[in-house]
């Protein structure tokens, strides 16, 4: 039997408890089911949000995105007079639920073993925008951040891009958008269990689609239904990313959850890169489940998975400054 990462089943069952108790408050709105299931992901991770790490400015501000204002969110653990890099981070969620909110504790967690700011997007959802549309939100906020960097005291030659699950998915495919329109200024990548290869076919979807390794949450299929206007989509460029141009891409840094139905995606997605000359690492995290970064809180090998991730964004900056100052 596979061994879980210490206090890692305890925190699923924890997860299960909390979308019990979610259901049985807010009943399922035949009307509105898509307002029903934000609903009840609000209320079931709101305890894995509980007593989250202090800093010292977290700031809520409008950005412009694709179609419309959205909502930003900026943390530091220091406010300085100097410029700081940014990580740009895309919740996970299905493509279909989440905010700013949703992996609130993951993102503090992190602002507080950094010196960069993280800004939080909370990019249009589908079924309301449906495929390529949350890709272009997600790229026009990026470029929004970049654009307007030094207003907020951010480094815009500094910028990284990241996410978790379905966020991750759209922070590669927002770096090949800005890399297709000839933007360049992207430094590196930050994926959390990212969904990469739209063919659902892979060995680990195949062993840990259960209910032991998840909440049971919907299954990939229920989330592409919605997330796409047609099914041919589901080839696209843009969201079938294991089949699409990955050359040129600024470093990346994969994080695999080793009993997780995406485990391979990150795998294969490395293997990509490595035949696209792409700058990577894959890291796979030994006994961890889908999801495990936002019960962080409870989870030792979650709060290892996002100090790595945050050593391995400043190596990249510190990297490139001293590149640049051996230039100079």
Known sequence: MTEFAPGMYSALECLRSEAQRASKA??????QPIMSARERATMTYAYFN????????VQDIEAQGADGPRKIRLYRRHVTQELQPVLLYAHGGGWIVGDLNLEDWAIRYMA?????CIVSLDYALAPEFQYPKPVRDVTALARWVHDNAAQYGLDKNQI????????ANLALASAMMLRDDGERWLTSILSFYGVFDMS???NSHRKYATDRYS???PDMNFFLSLYLQDPSDRESKYINLVDADLSQLPPVHLHAAELDVLRDDSL????RLKSSNVSHSCTVHTGAVHGFTVLARDVDI?????GLGVRQLESEWAGKKMGEQNRG
């Open 26 to 31: 807010i009943a399922q709105n035949t009307d």
């Open 50 to 57: 509980q007593n989250a790490p202090q800093l010292e400015s």
């Open 112 to 116: 507080s073993r950094s010196n960069f």
């Open 160 to 167: 990284a891009i990241g996410g978790a699950s379905a966020g």
């Open 200 to 202: 659902l076919g892979s």
């Open 215 to 217: 909440a049971g949450s």
């Open 268 to 271: 294969l997605i490395a293997s």
């Open 302 to 306: 979650g709060r290892e998975a996002l």
